[in-house]
């Protein structure tokens, strides 16, 4: 395979895709959802401020190689590694918060005239061992991920009023892997539970709607039978990622979701139920202020949230409403008391997926990351 290095280390702001590829086939009462792409395409957006001579070599490389394969540096995950010896066969770097793969490249970078790639033969949680020796020496070097692939739409350029030039250019990996690991998060019905906090990030928007035909001869009244036998929950899940560990969890959560293929639970984290009398560990009914669940729904699921933290969660099979209080039928026992003064919320839990396969992650200074998907509700499989 043969393909060049792109040296140059872009300012803070990248944005990274991973992007899927899911036909979704619905009918009236269920979908089936098929996978079309195991390994998602993944997308590397820089932007760099360069003097004259580096844009002069950056300008050299996009115009004598563009079209061609580059070697692509994830300087998401770049780690100061300092000295590093020619005769090296291993580099000790925690590997943990980063995605490198046994057989694929590892670069070695001290500034974009200093630099070189090895085949990692294998790795542990704190070294990389590679197929051979170094071959350069570096005094003070960076490691990261290197990926193979190309430019989406060339190396652009924008020229300012000051010395500095604006350069920005778009990759697409072409030897990804599918990264699926152990998120941790607690299941229901074998189904996980998203537990992370769900940030705003510009806003929390919610839609429900009951989707019609519309039959309209222009003469009558307009005829619009339900195409489908529920309605339409559509939301949002965004996280605020703080740290690199946290952004690779997150990133191989995706992996396992693999785009719009897999449902999971999601948490309204709202207060959506309230709590009428004591609930104990062996009960399997709750009673609740009504909110006419008998009229409207059939079966749910909640997470029940204690105020020391305790989180239980159950699947609500029918319910009834008598007065002002509806009962609320769970699948199996609370298993954990809650009373009215220790219960801090009830809320929804929606099955859903993700209503795109497209994942944009933006990556800003001190690694934090930001992420927001749209979802909908699927049935429970």
């Given at each position: ?378 049935p429970v499989p």
């Open positions: 395979m043969t393909y060049k290095i792109w040296p140059f280390i872009p300012q803070h702001g990248v944005d990274e895709v991973l992007e899927w590829k899911t036909d979704v086939l619905r009918a009236r009462d269920k979908e089936q959802r098929v996978m079309l792409r195991n390994a998602p395409r993944q997308f590397l957006s820089y932007t760099f401020l360069m003097d004259e001579h580096t844009l002069s070599k950056a300008r050299a490389l996009a115009y004598g190689w563009g079209g061609r394969q580059f070697g692509i540096p994830v300087w998401t995950e770049v780690i100061f590694v300092g000295v590093v010896s020619s005769s090296d066969t291993s580099i000790a770097v925690d590997t943990t918060s980063s995605e490198y793969d046994a057989g694929g490249q590892v670069l070695i970078w001290q500034d974009d005239s200093n630099y070189t790639e090895a085949t990692i033969a294998s790795i542990t949680g704190s070294q990389l061992n590679l197929s051979g020796p170094v071959g350069k020496n570096f005094t003070a070097a960076y490691v990261c991920p290197l990926r193979i692939g190309k430019m989406v739409d060339g190396f652009s350029l924008q020229r300012g009023p000051n010395a500095s030039i604006k350069g920005s250019v778009e990759f697409r990996v072409d030897d990804n892997s599918a990264y699926a690991a152990a998120s941790g998060f607690p299941t229901l019905l074998g189904l996980e539970i998203l537990t992370d906090t769900m940030y705003y990030l510009g806003g929390a928007d919610e839609k429900i709607i009951r989707e019609v035909d519309v039959m309209d001869n222009l003469t009558g009244k307009v005829y619009t039978p339900f195409r489908y036998t529920r309605s339409d929950q559509a939301f949002y899940v965004g996280f605020s990622l703080q740290t690199r560990t946290d952004i690779k969890r997150i990133r191989s959560w995706f992996h396992t979701l693999k785009g719009r293929l897999t449902p999971f639970w999601l948490i309204s984290q709202a207060a959506d139920l309230t709590l009428t009398s004591d609930v104990g560990a062996s009960d399997t009914s709750i009673g609740v202020k009504s909110i006419g669940y008998e009229a409207n729904y059939t079966q749910t699921a909640i997470r029940i949230l204690r105020t020391n933290g305790v989180a239980t969660y159950h699947r609500v099979t029918s319910g009834s409403t008598v007065g002002s209080v509806d009962f609320l039928t769970l699948s199996a026992a609370a298993g954990v008391a809650a009373t009215v003064g220790n219960t801090e919320s009830i809320s929804f839990m929606r099955c859903v997926r993700l209503d795109s396969d497209r994942i944009e992650f933006s990556h800003q200074e001190n690694h934090y990351a930001s992420i927001k998907v749209p979802c909908i509700e699927v």
